[in-house]
């Protein structure tokens, strides 16, 4: 049964369509030699598992990898050429190869076994994944390590469950698993299975930040539950945002493709009559924590749109929106 925050009467209420993971991550690389910041959305259904790869007034293109119930149906490697909209004259050709690929529990976003190339006149300008003696062999195209390099700036997940929600994040080098916890009235943190913070009286409590380590690193978090301690009407299963920053945090990627929808039908689902082309905080609650988290810093960053953000690449932030399910 979908919740409340899903469905209308003019939305899908199918099961298979509520989204089981969802994850955007923003790098900052280059496409040719101009730098740009390239977006890649993961998503899977019940029913389906895509990538979509965008790069504002650039390019955009979704690939379906397989329907995720029916791991017979995956698809072959593939590749594409795409003529850059702002760049008449330059070419890039994209690569793909998920045929192996393996996933954690759940997640759209692979671990192992697939990779992603972006390359321009016969250089290698994207590069993710550990296939590149594959690539290398399909391409023909040889491998300079540190022209593919990108710089993650940014992770956004949509995480789902009642009380406990879990992701598995990289830190300045280093991957942990953060787990949230919220019941009775008490936020938990953790990092790696063990309890980093707890706040306590959340109906007071609903917004705030706090230094913790992840890792040995120094990480600024915030929260805000606002959604879930006004828990009425249709926002009763609504969602908590929470911020994990590092330095000067990161850049905030735009929300395009399947993202972008769940969000506006949350948004349609609680009543709005207006549904404005925002790009990141859909809610006055997410704006809240975003412009929160943004001021503490001293970035400055914009977060409305990864095109309008300037970051040097000095920091990094985890951004989860976490849906509770009845």
């Known amino acids: 049964m979908i919740p409340a925050c899903f469905s209308s009467p003019n939305t899908l209420s199918n099961s298979s369509q509520m989204p089981q993971s969802l994850i955007t991550c923003i790098y900052q690389t280059q496409l040719c030699n101009s730098p740009v910041h390239l977006t890649l959305t993961w998503s899977k259904t019940l029913f389906s598992h895509s990538l979509t790869i965008y790069a504002a007034d650039t390019f955009s293109i979704t690939i379906s990898l397989y329907p995720s119930t029916f791991s017979f149906l995956r698809n072959r490697p593939g590749s594409k050429s795409i003529h850059l909209t702002n760049q008449h004259y330059q070419k890039i050709k994209?690569?793909?190869?998920?045929?192996?690929?393996?996933?954690?529990?759940?997640?759209?976003?692979?671990?192992?076994?697939?990779?992603?190339?972006?390359?321009?006149?016969?250089?290698?300008e994207f590069f993710m994944g550990?296939?590149?003696d594959e690539f290398t062999q399909r391409s023909g195209i040889a491998w300079i390590r540190h022209s593919a390099e990108p710089t993650l700036l940014s992770r956004r997940e949509h995480?789902?469950?009642?009380?406990?929600?879990?992701?598995?994040a990289q830190f300045m080098g280093s991957k942990h698993e953060i787990g949230i916890e919220c019941s009775g009235g008490v936020l938990k943190v953790k990092v790696n299975g063990e309890t980093s913070l707890v706040v306590k009286r959340l109906a007071w409590k609903f917004r705030?930040?706090?230094r913790i380590m992840v890792g040995g690193v120094e990480v600024e978090f915030f929260w805000d539950v606002f959604n879930w301690v006004n828990n009425c009407g249709a926002n009763?299963?609504?969602?908590?945002?929470?911020?994990?920053?590092?330095?000067?945090?990161?850049?905030?990627?735009?929300?395009?493709?399947?993202e972008k929808r769940l969000m506006r039908k949350s948004l349609?689902?609680?009543?709005?009559?207006a549904l404005p082309p925002i790009s990141v905080s859909p809610s006055p609650s997410c704006?809240?924590?975003?412009?929160?988290?943004?001021?503490s810093s001293d970035g400055g960053r914009s977060s409305c749109s990864s095109t309008r953000s300037s970051g040097s690449g000095a920091g990094f932030s985890l951004l989860l929106y976490a849906w509770r399910r009845d």
Do not use: K
């Open 268 to 273: 349609s689902s609680s009543g709005s009559s």
């Open 236 to 258: 009763s299963s609504g969602h908590g945002v929470f911020v994990f920053q590092v330095g000067d945090g990161g850049v905030w990627p735009e929300m395009v493709g399947p």
């Open 287 to 295: 704006s809240s924590v975003l412009q929160w988290a943004e001021e």
């Open 130 to 132: 550990d296939l590149r």
């Open 94 to 124: 994209l690569y793909w190869d998920f045929t192996r690929a393996e996933f954690s529990e759940s997640s759209a976003e692979p671990e192992s076994c697939f990779y992603i190339a972006i390359t321009s006149n016969a250089r290698v």
């Open 208 to 210: 705030g930040n706090e």
């Open 159 to 168: 995480v789902f469950g009642r009380r406990n929600y879990v992701t598995r």
